[in-house]
Each structure stands twice: as C-alpha cells, then as structure tokens.
C-alpha cells in the first residue's frame, strides 16, 4: 500500500490542510509522493500511549483513479494480521482527502537496503547467503500466510518489502493493490499485471497461455527473483529495454534452452552454494506446472539451515510471536454492513469536496487472527464483476 511510495519532493502539509484533527494527529515529516497520493508520517495520539509513529497515506478527494483497485487493496488487506505484513489500521475520509492510516517500516524496503546499506560479500555478490536466508524465511512467511488464505500478491518485489530499524532487519511486505483472492482451488488469472522485472514468463506470454496462469505460481516466480537480486545484488535477466516481449526473451536466453536451469553465466562469478543454486533453480523454472511449491521451499535444504548464534534471540522473538498468531481469535467479522461502509468511503472519495469538517471513519477487522476475518466467496461477491486493467 502506500507505505511503499518513494521519497519525493513537495509541499509540507499540516494536519489542518489535511482535514484532520490536531488533537489527535501530529505531522513529522513527508516520507514520500507518488501517482495514488502522498505519505507521511504521524504521531497518533491516540496510540501506544501517544507515541506511536504511523504511516498516513493521503489522496486527495476527486483524483482516485481506480476504484476498484483501491477497494481490492483496502479489503484484502484488512483480512490479512502477520507479522510480516504491513497492517491497516483505519480509513479516515474528511472533506478534502481520502486516508489510509497503517504500519509505519522505518527501515525503508528492502532494494534500498540492498543497494546502500549492505556491505557487499564481493563484488560479485550482495548479501552473505546467512543474511539472505534470514530475510528471505520472513518473505516467505509472508507468502506463505497470504496464499494460506487464498491470497495472491501479484507483485511481490523489492520495494515492497519493507524493514523495520533493527538489526538484522525484520519485513514485511506491503501494496496488495494487484492482489487477488481465491477459492480453495487456485483460480487462474488472465491480465498482465506486476513489475516486468518480477513478472513469470507464463505472465509475460498470455498468447502461449489460453487458459490463463496460477498466480500463486507466478508469486513463486518473483520471490525467485528477489531471492537472486538479494544474493547477486542484481537482477537474473536484462530488463532495461522495458518492453515485455524483451524480458521474455532475456528470460528464455538466460536458461539457453534449458528451462530448468540458468545458465552458467548468470552466476557470474559469485561464490553461491550449489543448495542455492539448486533453490533458485526451481524457483525459476519456465514450466510452472514443475516450478517448486512454497511448502517445498521451506523444506529445501538451503531453507532449513540453521542461522549463526547471533540470531538466536531474534529467531526466538519471531517464534514467540507467530506462535502467539496462531493462537488468536475473531472477535469481529467484515459482514455485510462493514463492506457496504468500505464501499461506500471508498466512492465517496471520488467526490471532489465533501461537508466541511466531516470526518468518516472505518476500522477493519479488530482481532488478531490466523483465519481469514470474512468469507472468500463474499469477497468475490463484492468484486467478481470488476477486472484489473493495470500493469
């Protein structure tokens, strides 16, 4: 979601200019701006004992390009409560702006982690493949959780992970703009959508796929990717030309007619172990159909090895946590009043002006939980007759 905007420049704006109220909120500063909006960070008073740092994404009313798209992400979102996983917290609309109150990462994501903070192994290679596996168990957790709840993300990449500031970092992925929910069986997709960078060849090559592509598979393949770029400190194919029939044949010419293996020059001259190489592999194999699963990936011997001792209270901080996850439960549930309120909110927004000093509030789901707070088929419900139209 917001959380992932870049940094930019633009005017400061105060609490009032926003439509919210001082008693609550205190501006810190912009964090950044994008196409969707602006993001700042906040003081909410309201939280932690007054203290608590989120991230507020502001829209101005009148200039939500997608709808469909916005109530997709805020919906989906809210049914999702892990660690690693950017939370919602509220949607606030006031007369000027539509608001997005959730999570604040201080470390930023994960590609400017790698790109300024990493000390690189050599110059072959980012991260030591220990850092990598520590980080990358976390993603995994992430996806693993999402597509547990018959969640694909879609656009799983390396700005959308994001790290809070300590050491090592911890993640969490945010932007379920692209997402999409299921069934129990996978439901294939048919529209191009993600970061070329990050897209699967099945993805990138509808014509040769009549009958669509599994996006929990396509989720695999771009894990592959940021695991790659996390080791490599680049990407596995050339994807500066931009053009999706390019990247198709970057792809295809990095395995050389072989499609289940990279060819030997993708390593480079980069010290990996063969158990990863042997991960990567699977993971970015052009058949989707033999492409490893995420419960095949956690059990890969490259995933099961141990971290060095100086992790161990952050392993275990981590366990106590997820474990602490499983054992939540529902205390509320998106019924219908609740989506008819998001809805609503949601194109309310499209308005250029609301009534002067209004303030509209909704909350998600209140609870913890491991299971999905409302029925997929209400979901689908509530969305099966809209069809993404973004790349």
């Known amino acids: 979601m917001g959380a992932c905007l870049g940094r930019g420049a633009g005017s400061f704006k105060e609490v009032g200019e926003m439509g919210l109220p001082s008693e609550r909120f205190t501006v810190l500063k912009k964090l950044g701006s994008g196409a969707e909006g602006e993001l700042y960070l906040m003081k909410d008073k309201t939280r932690d004992k007054g203290d608590q740092l989120v991230a507020l994404k502001m829209i101005l009313r009148g200039s939500l390009v997608d709808e469909v798209r916005m109530l997709r992400e805020i919906t989906l979102q809210s049914t999702l409560n892990h660690i690693h ?133 396509a989720d695999i393949w771009s894990a592959g990717v940021i695991l790659y770029a996390m080791l490599r400190g680049r990407f596995p194919f050339d994807t500066h030309e931009g053009n999706l029939k390019a990247v198709l044949r970057n792809i295809k010419a990095a395995h050389q007619g072989d499609p289940q293996h990279l060819w030997a020059p993708a390593w480079g001259n980069a010290k990996l172990s063969d158990e990863v190489k042997d991960l990567l592999d699977r993971m970015l194999d052009l058949d989707a159909e033999r492409r490893i699963n995420i419960s095949e990936i956690l059990e890969h011997p490259w995933m099961s090895k141990d971290l060095s001792p100086s992790d161990t209270f952050t392993k275990a901080q981590v366990f106590a946590e997820e474990a602490q996850e499983k054992w939540n439960k529902v205390s509320d549930v998106m019924d219908q009043t609740k989506q008819d309120r998001l809805r609503k909110l949601v194109h309310e927004a499209l308005i250029e002006h609301g009534h002067p000093g209004e303030i509209l509030e909704w909350h998600p789901p209140t609870s913890l939980r491991v299971r999905t707070a409302f029925s997929h088929a209400n979901l689908s419900s509530l969305l099966d007759h809209h069809e993404e139209n973004s790349v």
């Not at 694909?152 to 809070?164: E, G, Q, S, V, Y």
């Not at 993640?171 to 959508?193: A, P, Q």
């Open 85 to 217: 996983v950017i939370k919602l917290y509220q949607i606030l609309l006031t007369d000027s702006h539509f608001c997005i109150l959730m999570e604040y990462a201080p470390g930023g994501d994960l590609f400017k982690y790698i790109t300024k903070k990493v000390k690189p192994v050599s110059k072959y290679q980012a991260m030591s493949e220990e850092e990598a596996r520590y980080v990358f168990k976390q993603v995994l957790s992430a996806v693993d959780y999402c597509h547990k709840r018959h969640i694909a993300h879609r656009d799983l990449k390396l700005a959308n992970i994001l790290l809070d500031d300590s050491w090592p970092p911890r993640v969490k992925i945010c932007d379920f703009g692209l997402s999409r929910s299921y069934d129990y069986e996978h439901e294939n997709c048919y529209t191009i959508v993600g970061t070329p960078a990050y897209m699967s060849p099945e993805v990138l090559d509808p014509k040769h796929n009549p009958d669509g592509y599994d996006p929990v598979k």
